[in-house]
């Protein structure tokens, strides 16, 4: 019963989601209603339809990595399709038709070249008011080829070494070149050139060395997004915590491909800040010590909570979600 009750908020948040953004937007954000007027409800029914779905599979814990991995890919694949469609048949699949490069580092670059707050990087911050990291463990389009990648069927027990120095000399780097490339008046087709690279670098690194270390590379020592992830998800009330009945199995430490599960964060009994609250762990642990805090929540209703607030938000993402 209580399985369906979540399901059930998942599908209702949806709805309220996503038709939301159907009455009080205009042009029509939902694809069936672009190309079939008067459609675009029966789009909201049938994604919250899948939030369900999603839910109930997704709170059995020993379920989330199958379907966090399926439900990602859905969600790249629509994504990435919908570019190429608008580019190449027909601009409807696109948002306005203004294009930008689907790199995560153009949410912070594009914004301070421009100078101009845009609608992407509202869109990051509020998931992370809403639901702390889970951009970077459900939404991003590019972590889902990450995720992907690394997920191997081989052992994850050793840390990346030196992914902190990695990670914020690169944020720093991307926020510095973009600062230069904006007083030196460098054209934005050039300077696009230079978000291009760091994307094709990003794929290189998910291809090469998430695939070979079997964990989330790119996300955890080379997004600039996933570096600002780690710190701004603080804002968030939502958090994870490992008790006092874990035993140092170092069990989970072998399913967490974000490396935020390695010695010193169990001793800790602290996930690392890489950590998404993506809950992969949570099967791999026999004594049931890892577990998500809201506010005055027990465990379990703090997870229900999670599912229902980033995969009613992932459903609404591959209906919204578009260049």
């Not at 948002?95 to 790199?103: A, D």
Request: hydrophobic share 50%; with cysteine.
């Amino acid at each position: 019963m209580k399985k369906h009750i979540t399901s059930g908020y998942s599908f209702l948040l949806t709805i309220l989601l996503l038709g939301m953004a159907h009455l009080k937007v205009q042009p029509p954000m939902l694809l069936l209603e672009r190309f079939f007027p008067g459609f675009g409800w029966f789009e909201v029914f049938l994604l919250a339809i899948y939030a369900a779905f999603l839910t109930a599979k997704m709170k059995n814990p020993k379920e989330v990595a199958r379907w966090r991995k399926i439900s990602w890919l859905i969600f790249s694949a629509v994504f990435f399709s919908q570019l190429f469609l608008g580019i190449l048949a027909d601009e409807r699949f696109l948002m306005t038709g203004k294009l930008h490069l689907p790199v995560p580092a153009m949410i912070i670059s594009g914004s301070i070249y421009r100078m101009k707050i845009s609608f992407m990087p509202v869109l990051f911050l509020s998931t992370i008011l809403l639901t702390g990291p889970a951009w970077c463990s459900q939404l991003c389009y590019f972590g889902a080829l990450d995720n992907w990648a690394a997920d191997r069927k081989k052992l994850r027990n050793a840390p990346i070494k030196n992914k902190f120095a990695y990670r914020h000399t690169i944020l720093a780097a991307v926020i510095l070149i973009t600062i230069m490339l904006r007083v030196a008046g460098i054209k934005s087709l050039y300077a696009a050139l230079f978000g291009l690279l760091f994307g094709i670098i990003g794929v290189g690194i998910i291809v090469v060395f998430s695939r070979k270390r079997n964990k989330m590379v790119h996300c955890v020592a080379y997004c600039p997004i996933g570096t600002i992830t780690s710190w701004l998800k603080y804002i968030s009330p939502f958090r994870m915590s490992i008790t006092s009945s874990c035993t140092t199995c170092m069990a989970c430490s072998l399913k967490c491909k974000y490396d935020a599960l390695n010695f010193e964060n169990i001793k800790a009994r602290k996930p690392g800040i890489t950590c998404t609250y993506c809950g992969e762990c949570l099967a791999a642990c026999h004594e049931k010590a890892i577990r998500y805090h809201f506010l005055g929540l027990n465990a379990e209703k703090a997870r229900n909570l999670y599912l229902i607030l980033t995969i009613s938000i992932h459903a609404a993402f591959i209906g919204l979600g578009r260049i």
